[in-house]
């Protein structure tokens, strides 16, 4: 019997993508069996399960589902809290949703949202919905800004781990401690082993400093130091898993992603303007890896940072002591050999695309000549010192 009823609903299942298969589904005279066979095949489907019994229409529900998406009708009851993950894509949203109870089936969701054009503005975050929403009432619920709870916190870009820590805690109540203890082990947090390899063999003492990927986050409800700082390092690894930033560093620069973070955080410090980014990046490269006397930075922004770190203010270039600058037992010493051993701070992606893909030129030296922040590059120090004296006479340094 199943052989005379040619599963002809299968053809109406497939449409266009059954087409290199309608031979199996032809009618022995050779006619095709079209949109009335597949009524055939389901009113005898139907005869058969009633004969069977009751129970049967069990059988039949299931059959159903190949041809209508499960989804619930109206706007649903109660009240559910979902989150939604950074980097989340539709389907991890259905997913979530289905799990929560507020859809019927995922595809319900899926389905929904490709007929609302609005539907790619739905943000990460948590939003109150209810359940057994259908698809379309749960897609416009998390347009609606009403729905989405809002505990959100913008970590600037080019922040240091302990600059964000006392932002979280001022924001969080979560004291500042916690959030240093949860530090101690970025490796627990998320971040792969692998990424705390360097090219150059300096041994790496794993830190958080670099993962914590600035950008604004929606902290959940309960949220402890571990899971905000879990949640920014997983943000840091979709961001730059976009961006192919460690194959691209390590297959075009040559060394390891780690060293590549170090000079991102660099620019982000150096870089007065977005612009400068990149020419920032090349910098540290041609002064670290280049033919620069040596082969150090010279950046005074590596000493801020150690003052930074130990607990002491951090100050402008031109009032730094000479003991300060050039102190022997600082590991971010502006004349040590190489990069320094971590990254100086978050740096954004804009950072990290300067130094994935830096901008070819073969300067040394740099220095901000105008009020916007933009920078003068030379590849001689002549060369820099006009360029220092354009920056005095527009009252730059």
Known sequence: MIDDLDLGFDEAERGEKGRHRRSFVRKRNGKSGGRGKTVLALLLAMVLLGGIGGGAFYGFDRIQNYFVTPDYDGAGTGEVTVEIKQGALLADMADALY????????????????????????????YKLRKEMSGSHAVTAMLDLKNKIVNGITIPEGRTAKSIFKLLAEKTKIP?????????DPIGLGVPDWWFKRSDKKKVTPSIEGFLYPDTYEIPPKATAETILSMMVENFLTVSGQMEFADKVQSEREIAPYEALVVASLAQAEAGNKDDLGKVARVAYNRVYGEFPCNCLEMDVTVNYYLELIGKPTKRSADMTAAELDDPKNPYNRKLR????????????????????????????????????????????????????????????
Do not use: C
């Open 99 to 126: 799990t929560a109870g507020v859809v019927k089936s995922p595809k319900a969701f899926i389905e929904a949202a490709a007929e609302n054009a609005r539907s790619k503005n739905i943000q990460p975050g948590l």
């Open 176 to 184: 500042v401690k916690d959030f240093e203890t949860a530090a101690k």
């Open 338 to 397: 190489g990069l320094p051993p971590t990254p100086i701070n978050n740096p954004g992606k804009e950072a990290m695309a300067g130094a994935m893909d830096p901008p070819k030129g073969k300067w040394f030296y740099f220095v901000a000549v105008d009020k916007e922040g933009h920078s003068a590059f030379a590849e001689t120090y002549p060369e820099h010192e006009r360029n220092m004296e354009k920056a005095r006479e527009a009252g730059i340094i």
